[in-house]
């Protein structure tokens, strides 16, 4: 089992910036791929970020290409999220998932392991 526990959420006003990270434990060998994910009250879960375990290849959803950035650490078994130019549309608990596949995803389902998640506040 993987265990993720997310920190750096919090309230910021509209074009500030926020850095999460999600710090892995446990087996933390079957943490390959890797993701953000975010859900806002009343909508589902969707895609925020991905990255594969060599930090090599990326994919981010296309409302915050340019603005976000997602990285890892594998020596710290970390990942991270940073966010700047935060909109009040980012407003959402954001997820960290873990998957043992190494390939990039942006489905839910995909992934086997999640944190509890970590609440991010972007007043106008």
């Not at 970390?78 to 966010?83: E, G, S, V």
């Not at 995909?110 to 007043?123: A, C, K, L, N, P």
Request: glycine letters at 12%; one cysteine or more.
């Amino acid at each position: 089992q993987v265990q993720l526990v997310e920190s750096g959420g919090g309230l910021v006003q509209t074009g500030g910036s926020l850095r999460l990270s999600c710090a892995a434990s446990g087996r933390t060998s079957l943490s390959n791929g890797m993701g953000w994910f975010r859900q806002s009250p009343g909508k589902e879960r969707e895609f925020v970020a991905t990255i594969t375990w060599s930090g090599g290849s990326t994919l981010y959803l296309d409302s915050v290409k340019g603005r976000f950035t997602i990285s890892r650490d594998n020596i710290k078994h970390t990942l991270y999220l940073q966010m700047d130019s935060l909109k009040p549309e980012d407003t959402a608990v954001y997820f960290c998932a873990a998957r043992r596949d190494v390939a990039l995803s942006h489905t839910i389902r995909e992934y086997d392991y999640w944190g509890q998640g970590t609440q991010v506040t972007v007043s106008s």
